[in-house]
């Protein structure tokens, strides 16, 4: 379903930048530094060259098949960005550039435009907003951060770029691999439903991990999140359930309180596993990824208390 994002046979880097440090330069040195397979295009009208790899000054220039475009340029100018990368005939854009929805009202009207502008292409978009995604089974970082996991079977989404990094060290930390790992950012198109109904088709992922701050459609939600929990264990960890994380979400507590019981029913009506605590995320995910599946409905339970 999502072939172009998670294994593109071309990757472009727009804003690819010869500068170590920034977001375009890391994009490009990831990506070469992991043995990626397929072709890195870097974008630059500035630059002959980024790490060796030969740059235009934008996609016509190049004028090969393009699957996945990935754009690392200031704000004003991502839209011209996304029409050269439809024109080009990628098949998925992951707009990595801040400065839209979360701005304000004029940065959720462009960033509606952009997801039009995809959508009446057929093309996937992630983001805007984001750090990327990272599919190890494909030698593929896709992202600005440096850490590439070994291979496993836990896939990530979030809508935190500081999570997403948080999981790569605590994965690093335990040895334990990872299949894929996506930040979706402002959810413009690509959302959690797309991620979860992806992950449960992988073969190499044996556990879903998720972070959530809202969930985009709630019905969709329930009826992708019960099919793959069918399937494999699917874990979330919701944010704003404390009062200081209902605070920091918004003043109206009120509503975000009674908010959060519906996410909690709709977790358990889907059978996920709502982890209450990052430390709890990250336990199940080892749990799960560590252990097999029981293959039936015979569980046994030993325990050193009793009680209810």
């Known amino acids: 379903m999502l072939e172009a994002l998670f294994e593109p046979a071309s990757v472009a880097v727009i804003g690819a930048s010869r500068t170590p440090g920034k977001v375009g330069h890391e994009l490009v040195a990831n990506l070469a530094a992991n043995r990626f397979g397929g072709t890195i295009v870097p974008i630059n009208p500035g630059a002959p060259e980024v790490l060796g790899i030969k740059c235009y000054p934008d996609l016509a220039a190049w004028g090969g098949k393009l699957d996945l475009s990935i754009i690392a340029i200031p704000a004003a100018h991502v839209p011209a960005a996304v029409d050269a990368s439809i024109r080009a005939g990628a098949k998925a854009i992951i707009i990595i550039t801040a400065g839209f929805k979360e701005t304000g009202a004029d940065g959720a009207s462009v960033e509606r435009e952009i997801a039009r502008m995809c959508s009446m292409s057929g093309t996937r978009l992630l ?10 089974h494909h030698s593929m970082n896709a992202s600005f951060s440096k850490r590439m996991p070994s291979k496993g079977g836990i896939s990530f989404f979030s809508q935190s770029g500081a999570l997403c990094t948080a999981i790569l060290d605590w994965a690093a930390s335990r040895h334990l691999g990872m299949s ?30 998720g972070y959530l701050e809202s969930i985009s459609a709630g019905d969709s ?13 699917v874990v979330i960890f919701k944010a704003g359930t404390t009062q200081a994380g209902v605070k920091a979400a918004s003043s109206h507590t009120g509503s975000l309180a009674g908010a959060d019981i519906a996410y909690g029913a709709a977790f358990a009506r889907s059978g996920v596993i709502r982890a209450e605590t990052f430390e709890a995320l990250f336990d199940y995910a080892t749990a799960f990824a560590m252990q097999p599946l029981p293959r039936g409905r015979r569980v046994a339970i030993i325990t050193n208390a009793g009680g209810p």
């Not at 983001?127 to 190890?136: F, H």
């Not at 939600?221 to 264990?233: L, N, V």
């Open 127 to 136: 983001g805007p907003n984001c750090l990327g995604i990272i599919n190890t």
């Open 180 to 209: 894929k790992l996506v930040s979706m950012g402002n959810k413009a198109d690509l959302n959690e439903n797309d991620f979860l109904e992806a992950f449960a088709d992988d073969p190499n992922t044996r556990v879903i991990a």
């Open 221 to 233: 939600f329930i009826e992708a999140a019960e099919s793959a929990s069918g399937r494999k264990p």
